[in-house]
């Protein structure tokens, strides 16, 4: 049993917005949903699947309510920036299994100009003992980074060279938060925010969001769009709940080959990368965990030009989290619109892989305490 | 040897159930318990009523050494919500010798003199009545 090929997306669409000061959240969902129903040619009242993460009100329901939707099957699985991808993936299960046909993925967010507080959640069993601290996301990733370059001897510069890649990228991007190019100097340069981690190693702070739609292929088959296919989707969750967790690898390490295999690909045909960058570690940790070279090497690796258009494997060619958006401090969802441009042949001309038939997208919920990574294996449908 | 050190820190106070209560008393009264397996007898990180690496309910609170080694740690420039005020600060991860990995601060250490597997040693910062917050220094 597998779900390669059983179901479609037919539509993506990432907001273009960066600032949202006058939206609602669920007015940005709306928006969202319908721009994605529109790239599909479908109509709301299509929708009979309906997937977000559910933390708006009373879990997917107040959006289903705001939206006016009546799904016969509602997901509201919500596990940090990888959510979205998850979603693709139980849409597929749920289309495949015959229990929706018209599955409709949301995101919104606003976060810009909100001061970070501690998290304080009285029923959450971690929190009491990190919280009292003062751990950041950005802290906990800086002791990953740090822990990587005692291990392997990456350095400040290689790392740096995720974040030169990505601007490269944004340039041509006109809805990146973040457009110029940038050096190795200027981020290695740009002010510590947890070290090793300088403020040009983090992603970006954005409101925002994006809405996917996966249909079953009798659908698909009906509209005028070229749709991608759902190949392969495989979820790992790490964790300290078994012992001491390490900070050098991601699940990429189970949910990369696991998602490969049910597509039935090898890793060498894949030929564009969406790789969560909340920080320029978790790339250099994710490639590595996924085999695009080895462990340990991941900063010689991404200091050598392979996330370039001429390089080794692509990656992030919107310009990604460090550059172009990250709304809501959850990337997933845009990491998958621009797998899916990448396939359709419609990302920006100066990034467009030529014939991209394969890609992945991959997503890191969390932080290295504990995560949840999901990667999809998508494809053209001559793939 | 019970140690309270005066510190330039937040201490804010932790979130105590009845479930965690032992870990903050103990701490109150210098010294670091864990709940151990008497199945497996893991060291469980964090303080929790139950074991998950072997599946069991059946754990107890021991008495740590206090001593362990740094996994990795760095130099927070931009607190948040209490350390927001803070210049800087140093979070860690610190390899107890009893087999726990736990996320906590190096205080009364210059951060540049810090290095991944130097030996440190539990502090005590009090936190309100009931807690205080385990904090490690450089072992002498």
Sequence with gaps: MSIR??????????????????????QIHAECAMAALADAGLSIRDVDGFFSTGQLGFGGVSLTEYLGLNPRYIDA?????????????????????????????????????????????????EFPFETVYGETNAAIYALAARRHMHEFGTTPEQLAAVKVA?????????????????TVADVVNSPMISDPLHRLDCCVVTDGGGAIVVVAPEIARGLNRPP??????????????RGP???????????????LAEAGVALSDIAYASIYDSFTITVIM?????????????????????????????????????????????????????????????????????????AVAHGTGGGMSRQASVTLVLGRSDA | MVETVETRLPTPEPFISPETAPFWLA??????????????????????????????????????SGDGTIYSFTQVHRGEGPYREVESFVLALVDLDEGARL??????????????????????????????????????
């Design chain 1, 5 to 26: 090929g059983k179901a479609h997306i037919v539509g993506a669409y990432e907001h273009p917005a960066r600032n949202l000061p006058n939206h609602s959240v669920p």
């Design chain 1, 77 to 125: 699985t919500f596990i940090g920036g990888s959510s979205y991808l998850a979603h693709v993936g139980h849409a597929a299960a749920a289309i495949a299994a015959g229990k929706c046909r018209v599955a409709l993925i949301t995101q919104g967010a606003k976060v810009r100009g909100v001061i970070r507080g501690a998290k304080h959640t009285a029923d959450t069993p």
């Design chain 1, 166 to 182: 990505a601007s490269e990228y944004a340039q041509f991007n006109p809805h990146a938060l973040l457009r110029k190019p940038v």
């Design chain 1, 228 to 241: 991608v296919s759902v190949l392969g989707h495989a979820e790992a969750i790490k964790h300290g709940g």
């Design chain 1, 245 to 259: 967790n390490d900070f050098t690898s991601t699940g990429a390490v189970v949910s990369a080959p696991r998602a």
């Design chain 1, 286 to 358: 994710t490639l590595e965990d996924f085999g695009f070279c080895k462990k340990g090497q991941g900063g010689a690796f991404v200091a050598s030009g392979a996330l370039g258009p001429d390089g080794v494997i692509p990656t992030n060619t919107d310009g990604g989290g460090l550059c172009n958006n990250h709304p809501g401090y959850q990337g997933g969802l845009v990491k998958i619109v621009e797998a899916v441009r990448q396939l359709r042949g419609e990302a920006t001309p100066q990034t467009q892989i030529p014939n991209c038939r394969l």
């Design chain 2, 27 to 64: 701490a109150k009264q210098g010294r670091l318990v864990l709940p151990f397996c008497n199945n497996c007898n893991h060291a469980i990180w964090y303080p929790k009523a139950f074991c998950g690496a072997c599946g069991t309910l059946n754990v107890e609170w021991r008495q740590t």
């Design chain 2, 103 to 140: 996320l906590t601060n190096i205080v009364d250490a210059d951060p540049a003199s810090l290095t991944i597997g130097q030996r440190v040693r539990v502090v005590f910062h009090d936190a309100g009545e009931s807690a205080a917050l385990p904090r490690f220094i450089p072992a002498s």
